[in-house]
């Protein structure tokens, strides 16, 4: 029986909780989470290890988490911290004055993927003729642009890398420009590998179709310049380039900005123009919005203005200087184990590795290094593409540098010892023969047991199981669309709410 006197449920308490014990609640959750600091984390977080750089940016936020970016007149301090990001980035990205693309311009986003679909979407409004509008991508463009697509109802004409270099030959990136293409986009770099695309030559396709040119550099933006100036051969991508008109970089990346911060900028404003959205046409306030969000937190832009200004343009060429003598520690300890070979020469801050013929079962060396308290990104094989490991190196894993090899070393020995996954005979049937809509919801909340995957209502056990190869094996022998669905209907099994007062 509901008590209807009591609104008791879930995060709401019903009498309030005392600060000193909420916060212990938060710690006691967080302790499940893999570790942000300490070097042992190859995805999702970045980490600089400088001393005392959480508590300033901590500090910032809180002096801003209440400001409203839905006005800037109202907040010019968060248009002015705004406006000195975009700056910075454009000053990295070869832009600014004195420089070949001097009236860039830029807004501040909450990441990636909303600067992505910005590019997108202001490249397509800038073509209302266009009732079909296109983009093309090389297949290993962040899957944000597919995301982009499917929201903004844009083709999407994927270009293939080269199993070989990874990156995708310039001119099929021209012969796959039609009447209809709005945007080009390219990597520097890809996420996946860390490669630079060969940007140059498709922004020059690009400009000769009269098509514009996106370079997502969401991930590698904010440390490529830094890496040429310590002599890195970094091939030309940025502003310096002709035909590039977008270019996206994240702060909550390679800035070391807590996260919830992307920069977008345009060459100019002119191309600038169709990325906002305004309206006038209700009884409330004329909405004018440069980026998805409405309201938005000042918190993350002041945390962000805040990271820059204290780590400043000699500390990210430091940062980047440990950051690049950790990659390459990481790669001689790769190079170093029979059973593994690189993917692509490092030429960025990403290390990935695959099996050779004969080497261990991918999978379960991930599971043995998680086992060892290295945290690393299982990628699953496509399209001709094997399967491999991803590291994102920041410059919080250089002092662990030396530690790796030799647990590398020993996750491949007992990755070796254990053999590889083998799916069971079911399991494997389910998985050639299953299409996305043949899944059942009792199928799904099956195979969820099945794999360990702690998606049964009503359980306490953890969300995954402490070894991933089974599902990583299963997720690997399935086309990407089962793939898609599979993950939707688990991570969907996860997010339900927890009624009961903790
Ligand atoms: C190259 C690239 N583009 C876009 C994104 C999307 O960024 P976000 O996760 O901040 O939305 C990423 C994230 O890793 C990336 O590496």
Redesign the pocket.
């Known amino acids: 029986m509901i008590d209807e006197n009591r609104v008791e449920a879930g995060a709401l308490s019903a009498t309030g909780v005392p600060a000193e014990r909420v916060l212990e609640e938060v710690r006691e959750l967080r302790a499940s989470d893999a570790p942000t600091h300490g070097g042992r984390l190859f995805a999702y977080v970045y980490d600089p290890a400088v001393p005392g750089l959480d508590e300033l940016a901590a500090a910032a936020h809180r002096e801003s988490a209440h400001v409203n970016g839905l006005d800037p007149t109202a907040f010019p301090s968060l248009l002015a911290m705004e406006n000195a990001l975009v700056g910075a980035a454009g000053r990295v990205l070869g832009a600014g004055p004195g420089t070949t693309a001097p009236d860039v311009v830029g807004s501040v986003t909450s ?4 600067s ?1 679909i910005l590019a997108v979407k202001t490249a397509r409004d800038a073509h209302p003729e266009i009732t079909a509008p296109r983009i093309v991508v090389p297949s290993s463009a ?1 899957a ?1 642009f597919a995301k982009a697509a499917h929201y903004l109802r844009v083709a999407l004409d994927v270009v293939p890398v080269s199993p070989e270099t990874l990156r995708p030959d310039p001119a099929a990136m021209a012969a796959a420009i039609r009447p209809e293409t709005v945007l080009v986009a390219c ?1 520097a770099p ?2 996946a590998h860390g490669v630079v695309d060969p940007v140059t030559q498709i922004a020059a396709a690009a400009a000769e179709a009269g098509v514009r040119c996106h370079v ?1 550099a ?2 590698g933006g904010w440390t490529l310049p830094y890496l040429r100036r310590l002599g890195e051969p970094v091939p030309p991508f940025d502003f310096a380039v002709p035909g590039v008109t977008s270019i ?1 970089v ?1 702060l ?2 390679y800035a070391y900005a807590p996260k919830g911060v ?1 920069v977008l900028l345009h060459r100019d404003a002119t191309l600038r123009a169709p990325q906002y959205f305004a309206y006038a046409d209700w009884p409330g306030y004329t909405m004018i919005n440069p980026v998805i969000a409405s309201t938005r937190s000042g918190g993350p832009i002041a945390a962000a203005y805040a990271t820059v200004r204290h780590l400043g343009d000699e500390g990210y060429l430091r940062l980047a200087a440990i950051t690049r003598d950790a990659v390459t520690g990481l790669a001689d300890a790769v190079r170093a184990v029979d059973g593994l070979r690189l993917m692509a020469e490092p030429e960025s801050t990403v290390v990935c590795f695959t099996a050779t013929e004969g080497g261990p079962d991918l999978f379960v060396l991930v599971d043995e290094l998680t086992a060892r308290g290295w945290h690393t990104q299982p990628q699953l094989s496509y399209a001709g593409l094997p399967a491999s490991v991803h590291l994102t190196v920041t410059a919080a894993v250089a002092p662990r540098v030396a530690e790796f090899g030799p647990d590398l070393t020993d996750a491949v020995a007992a990755a070796r010892a254990a053999g590889p996954v083998r799916l069971p005979a079911e399991l494997a049937a389910l998985v050639g023969a299953l299409t996305p809509e043949a899944l059942t919801p009792d199928l799904i909340v099956g195979l969820a047991a099945g794999l360990g995957l702690g998606g049964e209502v009503g359980s306490d056990a953890g969300p995954l199981p402490e070894r991933m190869a089974l599902v990583n094996t299963l997720l690997d022998a399935a086309p990407s669309a089962l793939r898609e669905r599979l993950l939707v209907e688990f991570v969907s099994l996860l997010q339900r709410p927890s009624w009961a007062p903790s």
């Open positions: 990441g990636g993927t909303e992505l962040h944000a990597s890809s996420y997502d969401c991930f996206s994240d909550h990346k992307s």
